[in-house]
């Protein structure tokens, strides 16, 4: 018998300690938590110190040191992605349209990624300013600032290893991130672009397309001196010329200043933004100035590739100087097929 009662009090006992062992770990799950968040957090969340004067909303969790290694693949809670910075400059006149990009923003089928805007436009985005999102930090500062410099401080206030433009009035797709991240990879470049793309006037409602590898541009014309580029402006409904130089320097100056300028689809690696910075004097033109310095660098790869899936829509309204010799005109019923449904809402 005191055998049998033996037994049965060494089953007992094993059979009670794993309870025993699960009610402890429960008692100090809530110290293990705060722990876990005191080692994982940085001391100071958002990668700088804002002066006096400008305000933040949304400052986002900085992900782990691994997602930001190597310029490239991440680990663990990272699933093998690089961590993105999706980084808008913006101003006043764009600011109805902020809704818009953050749903851009987050539709994106990318998990790991972050939005950084910065305003500075004389009031807060009434839209960014109420948004209550740890992925997106929106940073308004009330002096007027230059392109360039706005371009370098989203840089430097990024957490990702790869940053990402987005223009406020464009629109992208779904796909467009993992898309540009997987041909950069693909490429192994620092850094690539679109080279032809879908554009939309809102003036005149024309939905088109452009590519520099095509050489008609609604006809050329010459004389001894110039050659001359027909196009049409989507800012107005008229054929306009375009004087691009001595005959000779026409074809490349074209392909060159189309093809790597028109910085809404620049996609590279942060580090390259650290170590060519932009011109913080320039307003207009300072993404075609900064990838000229660029691709003269040595040991950087630029790659392109022309958009024949819809991935974005260049859109042109009142507010914006872009000037686009579209080539082909495409009936504006398709643009939700060719693009995706929601680009409807990008073209009022």
Not at 68 to 80: A, F, N, Y
């Amino acid at each position: 018998v005191n055998q049998e009662n033996l037994l049965w009090r060494s089953i007992s006992t094993m059979l009670g300690l794993p309870f025993l062992l699960w009610g402890a770990l429960m008692r100090l799950m809530p110290a293990l938590l705060v722990l876990a968040m005191v080692i994982d957090t940085p001391a100071d969340a958002s990668g700088e110190d804002f002066p006096s004067g400008e305000q933040t909303a949304g400052i986002p969790t900085v992900p782990g040191e691994h997602c930001r290694q190597g310029d490239g693949d991440g680990g663990g809670s990272c699933k093998g992605k690089a961590f993105v910075s999706i980084l808008t400059p913006t101003r006043e006149s764009t600011q109805h349209r902020h809704g818009l990009l953050y749903s851009c923003f987050s539709h994106q089928t990318y998990p790991n990624k972050e939005l950084i805007v910065l305003d500075d436009s004389p009031s807060p985005s009434p839209f960014f300013a109420s948004l209550s999102d740890p992925r997106v930090r929106y940073i308004h500062i009330k002096a007027q600032t230059p392109l360039g410099a706005k371009r370098n401080r989203l840089a430097d206030a990024a957490n990702g290893t790869i940053l990402v433009h987005f223009d406020d009035d464009d629109f992208y797709s779904p796909h467009y991130v993992s898309t540009m991240v997987a041909e950069m990879k693909r490429k192994k470049a620092s850094m690539i672009k679109l080279s032809g793309w879908f554009s939309y006037s809102c003036k005149i409602a024309f939905f088109g397309y452009w590519d520099p590898a095509e050489t008609a541009v609604f006809g050329e014309v010459s004389d001894d001196k110039y050659k001359y580029s027909l196009f049409l402006d989507p800012r107005d409904p008229i054929v306009q010329t375009w004087v691009m130089g001595a005959s000779g320097d026409y074809d490349k100056k074209l392909r060159d200043e189309t093809r790597y300028g028109f910085g809404f689809s620049y996609v590279y690696k942060r580090s390259l933004a650290l170590k060519i910075r932009f011109d913080e004097q320039k307003t207009f033109g300072e993404d075609l100035e900064w990838i000229s310095r660029v691709r003269a660098a040595k040991g950087i790869k630029v790659s392109h590739f022309a958009d024949r899936s819809g991935l974005a829509l260049h859109v042109q309204g009142s507010w914006n100087t872009a000037r686009i010799p579209l080539q082909y005109k495409i009936p504006s019923f398709l643009m939700g097929t060719v693009l995706h449904p929601s680009v409807a809402n990008h073209t009022e």
